[in-house]
Each structure stands twice: as C-alpha cells, then as structure tokens.
C-alpha cells in the first residue's frame, strides 16, 4: 500500500512597512525577494511585483500618513498568488479621472489589467486591497476561423 501524499501548506509571507518615501521601492525588493525563494520567476511573477508596487504607492500617497503602518502580505493560492495592501483608512476614494498627458490616475487600472481577480474589503477601521494573479501564462492565442 503507497501512503498518500500529504497536501502541502500553501506558503505565506507578510511584512508592516513604515509609510515613507524609501518605503515602495522596499516593498518590491522584498516581493521580489520572497517570489524568487519561492521559486516563483516568470512575467506573471513580475506582474506581481508591479501590482505591489501600484498598491503600495496608493496605500502610502492616499490612505497613510508618513510613519503610519501599511500591511503587506502574499499567499499562495491555487495555481497562482494573492497580494494584499492593508491600510488605516476604511474609506473608499472615488477613483480620478486621469488627463491624457498626466502622470497619475492610472495606478488601479493597471492593476487590474494586470490581475486576475481584485477586490476591496473595508471594516470600521482598515482597508484591504488584494489582487490575485494565476502563475500560468495567460492563455491569449486567438483561434482562427
């Protein structure tokens, strides 16, 4: 009789950041750091390490004041991964409207053109915002008719 194999624990990685300047460059080294210990390295990985840094950067410039805490956090999910921002601000800002030669506005979009799924979760205190990216290559080849 071969015994079964045990399910393995997905992995999971988190970190509090000091809202700063210094502190979303930081955040993407780490990102970076744990996918690669991970043995997590391809564009969608990479893609990861973009969504952080947008995440971050609205985190830090919208909902933090410098030195608050932010929430960084990364778990393996089925057949990908899932990376949340949690800050101090419960508050959902009415997304801008970018100009067309501006510089910011666009932060969110990219993210979700990045990501798989997205989504928000408030509570009287916090604010959570995760994305989950699927570490197999999207599928993007067209059939022709």
Known sequence: MVAAEQPRTPRRWGATIKASPTTVSMARRRVRT?????????ERAHDLVVICSELVTNAIRHASQEGDEVGLRLQEIDGGC?????????DLSLPKTSSPHGE??????????????????????????????????????RSIP
């Open 34 to 42: 744990v996918l690669e210990e991970w043995g997590l390295e391809s």
């Open 82 to 90: 899932r990376i949340e921002v949690l800050d101090s601000r419960p």
């Open 104 to 141: 910011n506005g666009r932060g969110l979009i990219l993210v979700r053109e990045l990501a798989d799924g997205m989504d928000v979760v408030t509570t009287c205190t916090t604010k959570k915002v995760q994305a989950r990216v699927l570490l197999a290559a999207k599928d993007t080849s």
